[in-house]
T-cell receptor, first 116, second 115 residues
Framework: AQKITQTQPGMFVQEKEAVTLDCTYDTSDQSYGLFWYKQPSSGEMIFLIYQGSYDEQNATEGRYSLNFQKARKSANLVISASQLGDSAMYFCAMRELLSNDYKLSFGAGTTVTVRA | DTGVSQNPRHKITKRGQNVTFRCDPISEHNRLYWYRQTLGQGPEFLTYFQNEAQLEKSRLLSDRFSAERPKGSFSTLEIQRTEQGDSAMYLC?????????????FGQGTRLTVV
């Protein structure tokens, strides 16, 4: 079974500063994918960034970057230049094989609060 | 709006009553997922459809839960004889056919409170 661990229940960050959200994973698969989602108070899960296990470069999407360390099995999310609208829960997820397709398995999440 | 739509957004029901939720995925998406999210936790997989076929069900999905996707478009999730432990956010997601890195698009969820 695969497992996603997010050890930071909550974090505070000053506006315009960077914040790193930790994610470690456990899998015996050679091919896998890692996702980060943002969930504001409205409830919708918003896709942020994807990293494939064979991707040689760390993924980046605007102010989001993924620090992928395969040997350590970690996929930390870095949010640069934090904005007040970044306050939300953030979930790390791994693509997990179903019988003939895939599903996402999520960590417990990290609540980020951006202070003005 | 062409995103994933879920109705109702909120549902309060008495213990023992039946409830039904609806999910309208993005139109060209053939994959549809239901997840359950309790307070302070990440979403947990419940079930998966590819077109109209329900291909996978989690052990979390007890006999009181049933999901359908009759024409491969919208889906319904029904909970019979609700219990207080069923109180949670029920999220629906859809994704397009193709590569495994295809992101799943989520609806805003249905928040169920069983009193």
């Amino acid at each position: 079974a695969q497992k996603i661990t997010q050890t930071q229940p909550g974090m505070f960050v000053q506006e315009k500063e960077a914040v790193t959200l930790d994610c470690t994973y456990d899998t015996s698969d050679q091919s896998y994918g890692l996702f980060w989602y943002k969930q504001p108070s409205s409830g919708e899960m918003i896709f942020l960034i994807y990293q494939g296990s064979y991707d040689e470069q760390n993924a980046t999407e605007g102010r989001y970057s993924l620090n992928f360390q395969k040997a350590r099995k970690s996929a930390n999310l870095v949010i640069s230049a934090s904005q007040l609208g970044d306050s939300a829960m953030y979930f790390c997820a791994m693509r997990e094989l179903l019988s003939n397709d895939y599903k996402l398995s999520f960590g417990a999440g990290t609540t980020v609060t951006v202070r003005a | 709006d062409t995103g994933v739509s879920q109705n109702p957004r909120h549902k309060i029901t008495k213990r023992g009553q039946n409830v039904t939720f609806r999910c309208d995925p993005i139109s060209e998406h053939n994959r549809l997922y239901w997840y359950r999210q309790t307070l302070g936790q990440g979403p947990e997989f419940l079930t998966y459809f590819q077109n109209e076929a329900q291909l996978e069900k989690s052990r979390l999905l007890s006999d009181r839960f049933s999901a359908e996707r009759p024409k491969g478009s919208f889906s319904t999730l029904e909970i019979q004889r609700t219990e207080q432990g069923d109180s949670a956010m029920y999220l629906c997601a859809s994704s397009a056919p193709g590569q495994a890195n295809t992101e799943a698009f989520f609806g805003q969820g249905t928040r169920l409170t069983v009193v």
